[in-house]
């Protein structure tokens, strides 16, 4: 029996108009750790998708009070209910960018299938939260991300304490799990002392039939994991982690110390939950 999109899609999707200032998206994308919102007209019609990359690069740009549809993705790749999930898995990884793949029936969006999705065995998920879009409830998924205040990534990192990370013993269906439990689209793999040895994401865990990627994958992290990783310095300034998000097209960094060990995971949406810190007071004279 041939998986489809209608099968493992969330519907009651989130969305955003090309007329809601940028700002929105932002709060919306942040707030829910969303990658990507469909951009609807009043129709409910799909006319582009803006993603988490469309507003850090605005941001860098100096338009942060621009509107969506002036930085949104126009005409983005969908897909139907019927669309078989193999042919998903293909797109959401050949095209490494596209994590949310819109589901759209005679042009009206009607739902989503995201890259975690396709991680999640279907049967965690119920008739009616399939009917109804909601997500599996799991205690483990942690709460939304706090704002942190700072100018450089060892400021507005997620501290190692809090992350969840791999070995390269760890199973990759454990990985997968953990991945779509929060809402992660990549684990650092670390060895001793905390060094970094890859990262493994969503996309190298996706099987994909249609490129010769067969299931069942590699039985273990270290055999499923890239390497090398680009990494970044605790002390780099915000801007230059941004702009080499952009032009690398990534969406973490692992955050290194002085001594090489990694002691955090920089997101975008860690850059664009960042909020700067206050001016130094005046001195009175």
Do not use: C, W
Not at 62 to 89: E, K, N
Not at 227 to 238: G, M, Y
């Amino acid at each position: 029996m041939v998986l489809r999109a209608g099968r493992v899609m969330t519907q009651g999707v989130v969305t955003v108009t090309p007329d809601s200032p940028l700002e929105e998206a932002r709060s919306l994308l942040t707030a829910n750790r969303f990658s990507a919102l469909p951009v609807v007209d009043r129709e409910y019609r799909l006319v582009g998708i803006i993603s988490t990359l469309d507003v850090l690069r605005a941001e860098v740009d100096g338009r942060a009070d621009a509107r969506v549809g002036q930085v949104m993705t126009r005409d983005p790749m969908t897909a139907t209910r019927d669309t078989a999930v193999s042919i998903l898995a293909h797109r959401l990884r050949h095209y490494g960018e596209r994590r949310v793949m819109p589901i759209v029936q005679r042009g009206i969006l009607v739902g989503v299938v995201t890259r975690g999705d396709l991680l999640r065995p279907p049967e965690r998920r119920s008739f009616f939260d399939r009917l109804l879009g909601a997500e599996p409830v799991d205690l483990d998924t942690p709460m939304a991300d706090q704002p942190r205040v700072g100018t450089t990534a060892g400021e507005v990192m997620t501290p190692r304490a809090d992350l969840v990370v791999a070995t390269t013993d760890t199973p990759v269906d454990v990985a997968a799990a953990a991945l779509s439990a929060n809402r992660l689209t990549a684990l650092p793999v670390l060895g001793r002392d905390d060094r970094l040895l890859g990262i493994v994401s969503e996309a190298d865990l996706v099987t994909d039939d249609l490129s010769g990627r067969r299931s069942p994958l590699p039985a273990v992290v270290g055999d499923a994991m890239t390497t090398p990783v680009t990494a970044v310095r605790h002390d780099v300034p915000l801007v230059k982690v941004a702009r080499k998000m952009i032009e690398y097209r990534r969406r973490v960094f692992p955050v290194l110390g002085d001594d090489g060990r990694v002691i955090g995971m920089v997101s975008r949406g860690d850059l664009l939950r960042a909020d700067s810190p206050p001016p130094p007071t005046a001195q009175l004279a």
